[in-house]
């Protein structure tokens, strides 16, 4: 079934609602059908809101390209990197940063995520109240830089320029998504800032880039992959311009997803302590009073359900936009060549014929007894098919961590001054500003390792 989205404002089109209240916005849509026609200015655009049509979608990515909106707009900053090249470059540069992501090398860059969580949580005071957000993208910007730089001397300044950077540019790909293109390039204070974010951020990884060559050493990291790794079929490997895509694309890719994740799970903690007592019980069970590390990961199937349902619940990528390159049918409908289609993991992950009473986070929902046969395209926080997000395993692993190390000595309060509204105009969905107060606990030793 097709349906249209209701009130079109002229001009805008539904850009009012996707600006203000985004989340809302998509998660209404499958009112209207499992195909969505949406107006994004005076373009349609159209959006699945059905398993099968998000899986048709995703499995064919060479008619479901890479293009629309947001890809154009984060070009300017990511290139033709991993995330958002088109179909014609994908498979080579898959091929060669795919081994920087294997098993063995995860657990190489876990000693960073260890440390570093360990740092942030030795810092907290008892009582202190923590801007929740901004805490944990701090976090997971000197983990992406740790583990992509270790052998670079990226000072304490460098990453918070970077950081900054990063969030001027991220603020505008997806501000500039719904303004005329003629705006775009205005001599403003705001795009004059921006133009710097972007010469910083180039600036910066093209002299680490340089440093790594003249140095020549391995340093196991993700930078010494990048540079030494070669395409098997054509024995040739990434040249600067392209690692520094690469690179770009990575930090852009992580620098957020992973702290909004983490933000709306300890969040949802704290409104069900039932939920945060049983996580603190197989954290002290497993971890016993130490930071958590690689090898607990497995150890911890709760704490992953804990993660999978925010993922669900709250996924940080709400937005991802694919231009069709070849007329196709879908849902019965005729697109033409050029039509854009938006994915949106929201659109189906809050429908009550997917998910058993969607808007409870549940993380036993992900018991393998309950959820046996859960449809192929009903869970697509990381993406799906030849494009799924290929930072999944890291990703997992350090929210783990983290989330285990936090939950072992730490309990947290939301405060009612906290605004948890999502973030309008945001590359993820995050809380606009969650408070929570730490308050010291003593894990409990007494249950042994099973
Ligand atoms: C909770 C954390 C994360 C979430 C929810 C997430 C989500 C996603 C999604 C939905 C996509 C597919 C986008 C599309 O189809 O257009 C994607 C792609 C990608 N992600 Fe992630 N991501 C996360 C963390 C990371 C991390 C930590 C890294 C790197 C260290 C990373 C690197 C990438 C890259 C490079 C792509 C492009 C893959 C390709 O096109 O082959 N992501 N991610």
Redesign the pocket.
């Known amino acids: 079934m097709t349906g249209s989205a209701p009130r079109p404002l002229p001009v805008v089109g539904h850009l009012w609602p996707l600006m203000r209240r985004p989340i809302e916005f998509l998660e209404s849509l499958s009112t209207y059908g499992d195909l969505v026609e949406i107006r994004l200015g005076p373009t349609p655009a159209y959006v699945p809101c059905h398993p099968t049509l998000i899986r048709q979608v995703?499995t064919n990515?060479r008619t479901f390209d890479?293009g629309g909106l947001?890809?154009e707009r984060a070009g300017a900053v990511v290139g033709n990197?991993?995330?958002?090249?088109p179909h014609s470059h994908?498979r080579r540069?898959?091929r060669l940063?795919q081994p920087a992501?294997r098993h063995e090398r995860i657990r190489h860059y876990a000693a960073v995520m260890e440390d570093e969580v360990d740092g942030l949580t030795h810092s907290w005071q008892d009582g202190q109240v923590i801007d929740t957000f901004p805490v944990l993208c701090d976090l997971?910007l000197r983990i992406?830089t740790r583990?992509?730089f270790t052998g670079s001397t990226v000072s304490e300044s460098e990453i918070t320029n970077i950081r900054d950077s990063f969030e001027i540019a991220l603020h505008r790909i997806v501000k500039t998504m719904f303004m005329p293109h003629g705006l775009q390039n205005l001599p403003t204070a705001a795009n004059r800032r921006y133009k710097r974010a972007l010469e910083y951020l180039h600036e910066t990884v093209g002299r680490i880039i340089s440093q790594y060559r003249e140095s020549g050493v391995d340093h196991g990291d993700?930078m010494s992959m990048l540079i030494s790794s070669t395409d098997e079929e054509s024995g040739v490997g990434l040249d600067d311009s392209e690692i520094h895509d690469?690179v770009v694309?990575?930090?852009?890719?992580?620098s957020e997803?992973?702290p909004?994740?983490?933000a709306w799970a300890l969040h949802s903690l704290s409104l069900q302590p039932e939920l945060m007592t049983r996580l603190q019980e197989e954290v002290d069970t497993v971890v016993q009073g130490r930071t958590a590390h690689w090898g607990d990961v497995e150890a911890l199937p709760y704490t992953q359900r804990v993660?999978t349902e925010s993922?669900r619940r709250h996924?940080?990528?709400w937005l991802?936009?694919?231009v069709t390159t070849e007329g196709v049918e879908l849902a019965g409908r005729h697109l033409k060549a050029g039509t854009t289609v938006i994915?949106s993991?929201p659109a189906v992950q809050s429908r009550a014929d997917v998910f058993d009473r969607p808007r409870e986070y549940d993380p036993d929902r992900w018991l393998r007894e309950r959820t046996p046969s859960a449809p192929r395209g009903s869970f697509?926080?990381?993406?799906?098919?030849?494009?799924?997000?290929?930072?999944?395993n890291?990703?997992?692993t350090?929210?783990v961590i983290a989330l285990a190390t936090m939950v072992r000595t730490w309990r947290f309060e939301c405060l009612p001054r906290s605004d948890l509204r999502t973030a309008s105009l945001a590359t993820?969905n995050h809380p606009r500003r969650l408070l929570l107060r730490v308050a010291k606990r003593t894990p409990s030793l007494a249950s042994s390792r099973p």
Do not use: N, Y
């Not at 098919?385 to 999944?392: Q, T």
């Open positions: 995703l990515d890479k947001l890809f990197g991993l995330g958002s090249c994908h540069q898959r940063i992501f997971g992406s583990t992509l993700l690469q694309s990575l930090l852009l890719a992580a997803t992973v909004a994740c983490l993660i993922l996924p940080p990528g991802f936009t694919r994915f993991p697509t926080s990381f993406g799906g098919g030849a494009r799924k997000c290929i930072g999944d890291f990703a997992m350090e929210m993820v």
